[in-house]
């Protein structure tokens, strides 16, 4: 009988210490864990009702009250201790103190998280060694979400899970938003907020992009095309189709944007009046005009802006103290942005217009002048081509027109619609694919006309730093105080320490 209480003892002592364990280590393997629970109770009441006598005389021995009132406050302690531990959990607070921001959520993640207001879940599929890491990236999600759900499996333990959700990849995660999936096989932040503005969204915003007018496509890979462009807009969770203009008899009622960037040749009047109808009608316009100097093969397309109040001049921009050194004041740098405006307010970035002409508004439009020049005398805009061909560029007072001027405006119009125009169209083709400025900005203009406002961020995933310009004056500084000025402070100090040397 005493082998054999001992052995019960034992082996509920064991049992008890195993379950602790489980349940700390794996708390998602319930029917173990559950299992394990109920044979420690039935081993440990075993063993009491073995030794009832005894146990009957221990409780009711002082030294035993005693013992119990210790234990229980122990418990209580214990319960406090585990309700504040639960409490921060669900309502976690990290404070990130690296340089770079990197174990943080990009502002435009958080907006996306916080628009999402049922309770979400994260269900994690991939082979248990990749748990930690996952699990770590989730984390930062739920810091802005605190109802957010993960539940991680691995896939080989769980194929009924894998089949219900169609995962095909060894690692994926599926959003689970009410009714709602969505699969995300790019485990990063980029891949895991598209996901949630995915499922967030009735539909993808469509955007039509005109190549009707020699425009360069989105699938050309070349410098001059614009695939890079194209990316970003995927990326961002936009729907985009080509399409030409002269095919329609209006614009389809699917448009959230209709994108007219660049054309080499005019609208024809039919065009013209399905894109006049479809602002009238509530519209957004992104467009941009690139200036000719020789003829404006745009005109019929300049006149209806005109109209709506958007003046498009066909010149050119000189900018001689903010420009991209070696162009001579015609690749100027972006001087000053719109504050009160909702596209460039705290813009960071550098952005470059190559070869830009000016716009203004006009009474018809109310809205403002996003991206500016540099002031007068620096900056003007250049009313007279043949100087320019001439290489003889130079401001002529009633001619041409003071700085600083205007590179793009957005604008509500009067009659109806929305427009988002620029003075150059080049500046985000896939030359220029590393200046991730230019692309942002041009994000952000979608993204006004969309209405995704709250999704407008100067840190946007995916989007890659660029390198920085450095115009004439700046030039100028860095050549005189490293060149000339640290030098001779050098070389003074040393001969002011040689003298003082001497003397003593």
Do not use: C
Not at 129 to 147: F, P, R, S, V
Not at 419 to 431: G, H, L, M, P
Not at 432 to 452: F, P, Q, R
Not at 466 to 481: D, K, M, N, R, T
Request: glycine share 6%; charged share 20%; aromatic share 10%.
């Amino acid at each position: 009988k005493n082998i054999t209480f001992y052995l019960v003892s034992v082996s509920a002592l064991l049992a008890w210490m195993a379950m602790i364990v489980l349940w700390i280590s794996i708390p998602e393997e319930l029917t173990l864990n559950i299992s394990t629970t109920i044979l420690s109770i039935v081993l440990l009441v075993s063993a009491i009702l073995m030794r009832a006598k005894q146990f009957k005389v221990l409780t009711s021995s002082a030294r035993f009250k005693a013992f119990s009132t210790n234990f229980f406050t122990a418990i209580l302690v214990f319960a406090i201790l585990s309700l504040i531990n639960h409490l921060a959990f669900k309502n976690p607070i990290q404070w990130d103190v690296t340089a770079s921001k990197s174990n943080t959520l990009t502002d435009q993640s958080k907006k996306v998280v916080k628009r999402i207001k049922k309770p979400l879940v994260a269900n994690v599929f991939s082979p248990k060694a990749n748990h930690n890491a996952i699990q770590k990236m989730l984390e930062l999600y739920q810091l802005e979400k605190h109802d957010l759900e993960v539940k991680v499996y691995d896939p080989e333990l769980k194929p009924e899970l894998v089949q219900k959700y169609e995962v095909k990849t060894p690692v994926a995660v599926v959003w689970e938003l009410g009714e709602k999936t969505e699969k995300v096989t790019e485990i990063n932040e980029l891949g895991l907020t598209n996901g949630l503005i995915r499922i967030g969204r009735d539909k993808l915003p469509k955007i039509y992009y005109d190549i009707g007018h020699g425009q360069s496509s989105l699938s050309e890979q070349s410098q001059v095309g614009r695939e890079i462009l194209r990316n970003y807009l995927v990326n961002s969770n936009y729907a985009i189709q080509e399409s030409d203009t002269k095919r329609w008899s209006e614009i389809p009622s699917d448009a959230d944007v209709l994108m007219i960037w660049g054309p080499k040749t005019d609208f024809m009047p039919n065009e013209i009046n399905i894109i006049d109808q479809y602002l009238n009608n509530g519209g957004k316009l992104l467009i941009a005009l690139d200036p000719d100097l020789n003829l404006d093969p745009v005109k019929e397309l300049r006149k209806l802006l005109l109209t709506k109040g958007i003046v498009a001049s066909n010149s050119l921009v000189i900018d001689t103290v903010n420009h991209v050194n070696g162009s001579n004041g015609t690749v100027p740098i972006a001087a000053k942005y719109a504050e009160d405006h909702v596209i460039t307010k705290g813009f960071p970035g550098q952005v470059f217009f190559p070869l830009t002409g000016f716009v203004t508004l006009g009474a018809q439009a109310e809205g403002k002048e996003l991206v500016l020049s540099t002031q007068y005398p620096a900056a003007w805009g250049e009313m007279n081509p043949r100087e320019f061909s001439d290489g003889k560029v130079k401001f002529d007072e009633g001619q041409d027109i003071k700085g600083p001027v205007a590179f793009a405006v957005a604008a509500k119009i009067k009659t109806g619609g929305s427009v988002v125009f620029f003075a150059n169209s080049t500046f985000i083709d896939n030359a220029y694919a590393k200046y991730a400025s230019n692309h942002t900005l041009l994000l952000n203009s979608i993204s006004w006309l969309t209405g995704d406002d709250e999704y407008i961020s100067f840190d946007l995933p995916g989007l890659n730093n660029e390198p920085i310009f450095i115009s004439s004056p700046q030039l100028g500084v860095i050549f005189y105080f490293s060149v000339i000025l640290a030098p001779l402070a050098l070389f003074a100090l040393a001969v002011f320490n040689y003298r003082r040397r001497r003397v003593k």
